[in-house]
């Protein structure tokens, strides 16, 4: 047993302590729960240069951080399932931005659920309602300098857009076509 230099701590046992070479007894003075409180009240006050520290510290220990993450990552396997699910449309409106300035195409902030209900769930090529498997299409493909806009986007099933591909209008078999201009005709006149 030993005793925290915090007052307001009981006796504890050694394995509560961090190690300490340069203590007589090799443990630090205060206990683990003290010192995390301490570290968090600190934080709470002034979280910048907590920020600046740990920054700087991973990227002087490139290796630590890189054990932590794996051991982190294998106590929590299902967390980024979890954060992806959660944040679903964050993650396709990024992913969409990003593809749209590879292509140096025109990037305005996209809201995936606007569209959907803009287009009241319903695929602008086939008119299956509500599909169980959805995308949202660009009628002008980022590819062949369409732009990431409300007006280029639609609310399209998985098997019509993917069977769209990267294909202009006029690439498209007739009735694929037909739907794709009257998209494009009537959010032109929106």
């Given amino acids: 047993m030993k005793r925290c230099a915090n007052p307001a701590c009981q006796d504890r046992p050694f394995e509560d302590f961090n190690k300490f070479a340069r203590s007589k007894d090799g443990y630090a003075p205060r206990c683990r729960d003290c010192t995390n409180e301490d570290r968090r009240r600190r934080h709470a006050k002034n979280p910048e240069p907590h920020r600046a520290e740990v920054k700087a510290y991973q990227r002087a220990n490139p290796d630590k951080r890189a ?3 794996k051991r982190w990552r294998e106590k929590n396997p299902d967390y ?3 954060h992806y699910t959660n944040n679903r449309a964050a993650y396709l409106q990024k992913a969409a931005e990003y593809k749209a300035r590879l292509y140096s195409a025109t990037v305005e902030t996209v809201s995936y659920i606007e569209v959907c209900k803009r287009d009241r769930f319903t695929c602008y090529m ?3 309602e509500r599909p ?3 995308h949202i299409d660009h009628l002008i493909p980022l590819s062949r300098d369409g732009e990431h806009s409300y007006k280029n986007v639609g609310f399209a099933c998985a098997p019509c857009n993917l069977r769209k591909s990267w294909r202009l209008p006029n690439e ?3 009735s694929m076509a037909k739907a794709v201009r009257d998209m494009i005709s009537a959010l032109d006149d929106k």
Avoid: E, I, M
């Fill in 67 to 69: 054990v932590w993450s």
């Fill in 80 to 82: 980024g399932k979890r």
């Fill in 126 to 128: 086939c008119g299956v």
């Fill in 132 to 134: 169980t498997s959805f």
């Fill in 172 to 174: 498209l078999p007739d």
